[in-house]
């Protein structure tokens, strides 16, 4: 027919804008990161003159240097600790809150959805600045116990990412909620189901999509904590400049001058993450499959 290669092209020229953006701005950033990563610097002569500081190839070299240093394996673990605080908890806070605000009659709803999702409205940096401060003994209004800026470090920063994320994950879970036939639960309540059991038995079963999401975006956003820790820097003396791996390699990156192994630092955190997470995703999935299969 004629003109229908023309309409084959059209979802294309439709798709090219955001193909360009998804290339400039992820494919040739990532791409160039891996080609830092595999060289390095060298450095000939004085290192004085003009051109006296070259890269050359260094093969694998570099991550074996990145992952042999025990400042990056140190901040790994504070992660994980701070992942193990702060996942779950923030996914079963979520969830809580938004079961209650799905109940049948809800006294002040309105004012209880915004209050729980405006947190997450707050910019990340001024919440942190602001949880600093409640934080000093000198100045929090707040009777907050003392040495959150020093051994409870890693519980102080878990409860500025829990103030700012549950608020989302509210909002998808209830919106998980809301999209459940009313049938269903009118059916439990003639089967004689309490509203406590068809929250845990019914709803908290139907909303399993959403808490995989949910838990995978927290899990993510773990491992890739910088804002929180790096904000609380200058108030405490308990938190040095790798408390994490992105604050190493920004460390690597922009106090040391190298370049090349920050690169390999970064390569390794966003394979570990994408690596987790598919895991993750994997057992969660291989759990609901088989409880389905129940």
Known sequence: MPGRPGRRAVPYVFLAPAILLFTLTVLVPVGYTVYLSLHRAKVSGLGLGRGARTEVFAGLSTYREALAQPEFWRGALR?????????????????????????????????????????????????????????????????????????????????????????????????????????????????????RQIALRVKTPLV??????????????????????TTLQPLTNALPSTWTPLMKIYSDAFVRGDIHS?????????????????????????????????
């Open 208 to 229: 399993l999509p959403a808490l995989i999401m949910t838990s995978i975006f927290t899990v993510i956003a773990t491992l890739q904590v910088y804002t929180e820790p």
């Open 262 to 294: 920050a690169a390999a630092g970064s390569v390794v955190v966003a394979a570990v993450t994408l690596t987790l997470s598919l895991a993750f995703l994997r057992v969660i999935a291989r759990r609901a499959f088989a409880g389905e299969e129940r």
């Open 79 to 195: 992660v994980l600790a701070y992942g193990a605080v702060l996942v779950p908890t923030m996914i079963g806070l979520a969830l809580l809150f938004a079961l209650l605000l799905d109940r049948p009659k809800v006294r002040f709803a309105r004012f209880s959805r915004l209050s729980i999702f405006l947190p997450y409205a707050v910019p990340g940096v001024v919440a942190s600045v602001l949880w600093g401060f409640l934080y000093l003994p000198s100045l929090t209004p707040l009777p907050v116990p003392d040495g959150l800026l020093g051994p409870g470090l890693l519980f102080a920063v878990a409860n500025i990412g829990l103030w700012g994320g549950v608020g989302f994950n509210t909002v998808v879970i209830l919106t998980s909620l809301r999209a459940i036939p009313a049938e269903v639960y009118e059916s439990a309540r003639l089967d004689g189901a309490s509203e």
